[in-house]
């Protein structure tokens, strides 16, 4: 029975995500009382995304590494650079400004491949990003925030990288462990949708625990939530479109997955890390940039169909 509901909710991942996330917004003590689960869910998120990735698919990719290379760079440093740029010029907030660089600086979701497998994508390439661009975040991120674009951050540059590596290295590792020790490749491949399933569960959890103070913040500054959210939905779509375009040339399927990566950011790892040291705007942007990360993959999916 369990196992048949894991797989329900892999074959229905966007769907479930999209009401995780409005479950948070309109159940406030719901989402207080999940909370406490939401840096265990961000990491067990981590390391179920590292499961189900077949590391095969990154050397396959280094030994022809252009693309790889090529987007990871437009990924942690292009994008941020444009996003800074872009929101310096609009005059946002400081503390919305802040969020929307951090997201654009931070490497695509780790759950980019179960995404790209839901929605027809080139998983193989959203493997081999994902791998590549945490291992480099704990370096790129926090040089890149705190450095380059000179963002008021209440964490020195060494803790940044610090926290950073200490919560990817331990991810990588436990997946590490249980690939090797733990599961076969044959019960891994049989067990593939549950562990899919599992993944959505923890995402729900995230989306639900992530919005709890959303609500209360609304009514006290529902100016700047209203902002915050066109925003979020703005910079998430303008991402995706510009890391498609960019990558057009290697053919539709992978375009595609580039932009889909480039809009869809870890910003729950970065609120792991910056939960105790981060302004409020700034975790509020997070919260409420989950809203186009779990809805608009329902547009999307109706959009790859058609011109895939």
Known sequence: MASDFLGFLARHATKFLAIGVLTGLFLPPLAEFMRPALAPAIFFNLVLALIRLDFGDVASFLRRPLLLF????????????????????????????????????????????????????????????????????????????????????????????????????????????????????????????????????????????????????????????????????IANATLQVIGALAFLPAGRKLAFTAGHMAGNCNMALILAVLADRAEMEVIIFFALAQLPMYMLPVVANRIYRRFL
């Open 70 to 233: 090529l987007f990871t760079g437009f990924a942690l440093f292009v994008s941020p650079i444009l996003m800074a740029g872009t929101v310096w010029a609009i005059g946002l907030p400081a503390g919305l400004a802040a969020g929307l660089v951090l997201m654009a600086a931070s490497a695509p979701i780790t759950s980019a491949a179960t995404f790209a497998i839901i929605l027809g994508l080139d998983a193989a390439f959203a493997i081999a990003v994902t791998v590549l661009s945490h291992l480099l975040l704990p370096f790129t991120l926090p040089a890149m925030a705190l450095w380059l674009l000179d963002l008021q951050l209440q964490i020195s540059l060494v803790e940044f990288m610090g926290r950073l590596a200490f919560l990817i290295g331990g991810g990588f590792a436990l997946a590490i462990i249980i690939k090797r020790w733990l599961l076969s490749p044959a019960r891994l491949k049989q067990h593939a949708s549950h562990i899919d399933g599992l993944l959505v569960v923890c995402l729900m959890v995230i989306a639900i625990a992530i919005m709890d103070g959303v609500t209360d913040f609304f009514f006290a500054r529902p100016g700047f939530v209203m902002l915050t959210i066109a925003a979020a939905f």
